[in-house]
């Protein structure tokens, strides 16, 4: 093929929804979004959900301005120069975090903390520091590298994953994040055993795909902890949905006349076997280890905290035996091992239909935020127009 026949990609003039400011509504704007550089991937965005994450580094974040959204799929609209694995009109779930298959963790066999395409805070590009977002000249910053919040973004290609076109987009948009995240805890990261007892603190869509993961493992109580009451009233579609996850009793702190913690462990005999912070708040953290036996309990934390990220317990609490993990994406390698997940839903041994209470229009995406903060939904899905 002759270099004049080669397609290059041009820059894209699309809309994009902008944070401009620490819980400002987004405005959406038209962007300029660049061609894709080496080892990346241009995609245009069919389908992104909202997670809690977004909320948080959108309600307190430093920098702006801003495209957020990371828990997304699409088809890739063009390729940069050394990209071989994926071509245009590929099906494609975004990674929040990536997989470069040659790091020291990459290769362990032990984690999913790649060093090159790890978490990225700055709100840039991995590769060269720089944004792929303009607006008559000026940078708009990322989220997560993956801004998806925008009707085209640009992702490095260890931060994306092929899927099936078979599989549907506005389905499995969940599985870039939430709903990974908790079915991994419960599997990867605690092991869940059959006729265990389980504690799980919140229960969004986290928390509930940890209870999913649960029930999956045949635990014989799964015990929800929240302090949303309508999500424990009965005839409620939360109260149906959580039911339909697994779990088998309902804590609401509030309503408790002692700790939250000497509750479950009355419960319980003496602690959970397993128990699972899902919220987002290190204070709760000790909580859920204080919710756990002596012995083998372990506890896991999966919640991003808002504020105070110091975590303070008694070196007692784990001189009895206790365990405390952090888990990121429930322990998957975003690119190894993720297909697994997908293939799941499509075989329906998981669910994932029933975490959609809401499908928004891109126009409404403040909507979305909305409903989240007022605790009236666990996963809107965003439809991009077409």
Known sequence: MSSSSIKTPNVITCRAAVGYGAGEALVIEEVEVSPPQPMEIRIKVVSTSLCRSDITAWSQAPIFPRIFGHEASGIVESVGEGVTEFEEGDHVLTLFTGECMTCRHCTSGKSNMCQVLGLERKGVMHSDQKTRFSIKGKPIYHYCAVSSFSEYTVVHSGCALKVSSLAPLDKICLLSCGVSAGLGAAWKVANITEGSTVVIFGL???GLSVAQGAKQRGASRIIGVDINSEKMEKGSSTFDAAKAFGITEFVNPHDCN??????IKQMTDGGADYSFECIGDTGMVTTALQSCCDGWGLTVTLGVPKV????SSHYGLF????????SLFGGWRPKSDLHSLVDMYMRKEIQIDEFITHNLPFEDINKAFDLMMEGKCLRCVIHMPK
């Not at 002692?258 to 509750?263: C, G, K, M, R, T």
């Not at 105070?308 to 975590?311: A, K, T, Y």
């Not at 001189?319 to 952090?326: A, D, E, K, N």
């Open 204 to 206: 969004g869509t986290v």
């Open 258 to 263: 002692e700790p939250v913690q000497q509750v």
């Open 308 to 311: 105070n990220p110091e975590i």
């Open 319 to 326: 001189l009895s035996g206790r365990t405390l993990r952090g």
